[in-house]
């Protein structure tokens, strides 16, 4: 089955101890992204990542690492967590946009991670 | 910069009654238009998408939506909701031609459909 996953789903933590989020696509996708829900904020852009060892800042990368060292995984990591970063955290793939057709515009989510920081 | 706004932040609704969701957008480049729906505790799930041609398109779940260039809007509809269509839903835009295809979303509006 073609899907992004995300581990773990939940997490509690606290204020300054490092964590990682992993997330995996199974579809040879080139193009992966981070994004972070809020409460009337919709969705917002961390990074994202158009292949592998290439990465750059999304809308609001502050206080937020990546890596990218395998087309499939997009590990996104909190090097010193602070409240404020408490969110719902969601990884998305894409298809090129061109070479895929009407489909490379979609983007295909994960579960999600739910994290809270106290 | 690109901008959505998601007129209605709650819509309740009776089972098999008719739904409109509200999208308006503002970007000053060409944008491509998404609607994605959130079931409780899951991902977001694409529900359609417009990006060139007919003005109407038609989704999943018996979703459609209009585009209308001159009202900048994009509003999402379905003649019979069902129980199972109470989520929350989003409307996303998306920049022709960019690399970074950073989707802008709308705060999103939550369906809820009674019996």
């Known amino acids: 089955e073609a899907q992004v996953t995300q581990n773990p789903r939940y997490l509690i933590t606290v204020t300054g101890k490092k964590l990682t989020v992993t997330c995996s696509q199974n579809m040879n996708h080139e193009y992966m992204s981070w994004y972070r829900q809020d409460p009337g904020l919709g969705l917002r852009q961390i990074y994202y990542s158009m292949n592998v060892e ?13 890596s990218r060292k395998e087309k499939r995984n997009f590990p996104l990591i909190l090097e010193s967590p602070s409240p404020n970063q408490t969110s719902l955290y969601f990884c998305a793939s894409s298809p090129p946009g ?17 994290l809270t920081v106290t | 910069a690109q901008s959505v706004t998601q007129l209605d932040s709650q819509v309740p609704v009776f089972e098999e009654a008719p739904v409109e969701l509200r999208c308006n957008y503002s970007s000053s480049v060409s944008v491509y238009l998404f609607w994605y729906v959130q079931y409780p505790n899951q991902g977001l799930q694409l529900l359609l998408k417009y990006l060139s041609g007919s003005t ?10 209009e585009f209308n260039k001159s009202q900048t809007s994009f509003h999402l509809r379905k003649p019979s909701v069902h129980i199972s269509d109470t989520a929350e839903y989003f409307c996303a835009v998306l920049p022709y031609l960019t690399g970074r295809r950073a989707l802008t979303f709308g705060s999103g509006t939550r369906l809820q459909v009674q019996p």
């Open chain 1, 98 to 114: 061109l070479a895929g057709g009407s489909r490379g515009y979609e983007q295909y989510f994960g579960p999600g991670t739910r």
């Open chain 2, 56 to 65: 109407l398109v038609k989704g999943i779940n018996g979703f459609e939506a």
């Open chain 1, 54 to 66: 290439v990465t750059d800042k999304g809308d609001v990368p502050e206080g937020y690492k990546v």
